[in-house]
């Protein structure tokens, strides 16, 4: 059952970095890539007995309190804010404080290289499409979130296989 369990969380950061890459091409999160990411929660736990049920049930409602806060603030869009829930499922009460870390790190980076490319007035490739981020002020906040959540969602596939 452990091979399953992984297998489903692997395929939960798979689905994670494909609704990144989603969010930066259309800037949107849809419903059904949530909706699945939510599903995928269940066997990745499921097949493990849901051993921490109790605690990423927290998490994910933690996660998504402040989802919900951020979206009325005009701070996140809506898809970034359900997206949270699952993400809280998935990381777990223990995957909050190292999330935040490496979201407050890579959020400040993506922000400060954003600010650059603006400033250094790029117009084309990678630095063009973030100096027009500047402009604009849109950004497609679910790559940050799948940047701080993989490394944390991997870190919890090795903690069941080794535990």
């Not at 190292?98 to 980076?109: A, C, E, H, Q, T």
Request: proline share 4%.
């Amino acid at each position: 059952m452990l091979y399953l369990a992984l297998l489903a969380q692997l395929a939960s950061i798979v689905l994670l970095v494909w609704i990144a890459w989603r969010d930066i091409r259309t800037f949107t999160i849809s419903n059904q890539l949530v909706l699945a990411f939510l599903l995928l929660y269940l066997p990745a736990q499921g097949f493990l007995g849901f051993p921490t049920l109790w605690q990423d049930l927290m998490a994910g409602g933690l996660l998504f309190v402040i989802g919900f806060m951020m979206w009325m603030l005009g701070v996140l869009g809506a898809g970034d804010s359900k997206l949270m829930l699952p993400l809280g499922l998935h990381l777990g009460y223990m995957g909050l404080a190292p999330f935040v870390v490496f979201l407050m790190v890579f959020s400040i980076l993506f922000y400060l290289i954003i600010t650059v490319s603006a400033f250094a007035g790029a117009e084309r490739g990678a630095f063009g499409w973030l100096a027009e981020l500047k402009r604009s002020g849109r950004v497609p906040y679910g790559l940050p979130l799948a940047v701080a959540a993989v490394p944390v969602m991997a870190l919890r596939m090795g903690w069941f296989i080794f535990s």
